[in-house]
């Protein structure tokens, strides 16, 4: 019987996801209880013959038009017969235990409970995982199923009953590009007091490193989506960064501005830690607020 089904939207990612998918075949949980269903929003690598050559774990492969992320997602949710989806990603391994975790903490509640997992970003892409230095997503040290804020509703290791993710109508699809589907829809379930649980012994690895000049461009996207974030809330507005001090130094400072320029060698080749912590601080805040300004001149 089915209990839990791993969502895993993917695209152009399968030379991670062979990594991934090992994972899987490594599981305590018994693979009659749980499936995977990939949504694959139409891969020009060898993402299908990837998949094919696990024919051992229980996956569903579709390849479905490029929509988007939270489009993918709710496309394999529909395909789910699992009691609960447990969200991932294809570039996020799985411990051993990473499955059966969630199966036992949604068992003992026996309600609508979302449980948050340990995720772990790596330092490198060695291969076998060097779990050197590795650093938490959620960086508190919090006990097991201590209550978090909706903000922390991260889909690389997030499970959520099923039924209630379709009340809600799972993901909104008008997030096309990079960042926030996952934390407005963690918003909306706070709004319908649905308690978010962390879940330690639950982990996963984020086998995925971004450059500096590729995490600048992912701020800048995150930026526009997060005008989408604040026309569905736009109470929201101050939490999303929009305050007025900080939008008017976005607006007044450019690339060859002397803040600019200083944060950028403070980044890239401080002395001191503090100095890179700021300088990397700034670009990606400034970024962010250019992101959105480029689509929403006028809103903000």
Known sequence: MILISVIIGTYNQGHLLRKVLGGYTQQTVPSDQFEIIIADSSSTDNTADIVADF?????????IENQGKAYARNYAAQQASGAYLLITDADMIPDENFIQAHIKAHDATQDS???????????????????????PQIGKVLKKQKPLGWYYFL????????????????????FTGY???????????????????????????????????????????????????????PELKCFLGFNALAMGLAKR????????RLAKHYADQGRFQWQKKLGTWFLTEY??????LSDGQAVL
């Not at 024919?55 to 390849?63: A, V």
């Not at 340990?118 to 995982?129: G, I, Q, Y």
């Not at 889909?155 to 008008?174: E, K, Q, R, W």
């Open 55 to 63: 024919s051992m774990l229980p996956i569903q492969y579709h390849c």
């Open 113 to 135: 409970t979302c449980f948050e997992g340990a995720a772990f970003n790596l330092k490198t892409l060695e291969w076998p995982l060097n779990l050197t230095g590795m650093t």
């Open 155 to 174: 889909t690389g290791n997030v499970s959520i009953p099923t039924h209630l993710f379709h009340h809600v109508n799972g993901f909104s699809t008008d």
């Open 179 to 233: 960042g926030w589907e996952d934390l407005e829809l963690g918003y909306r379930l706070h709004q319908l007091n649905i308690p978010l649980l962390y879940l330690p012994t639950s982990i996963n690895y984020h086998y995925h490193i971004v450059d500096s000049v590729a995490e600048l461009s992912r701020h800048e996207e995150k930026g526009k989506s997060a005008l989408i974030f604040m026309a569905k809330h």
């Open 253 to 260: 400072i450019t690339p060859t501005s002397c803040w600019y």
């Open 287 to 292: 970024h962010y607020r250019i992101g959105a």
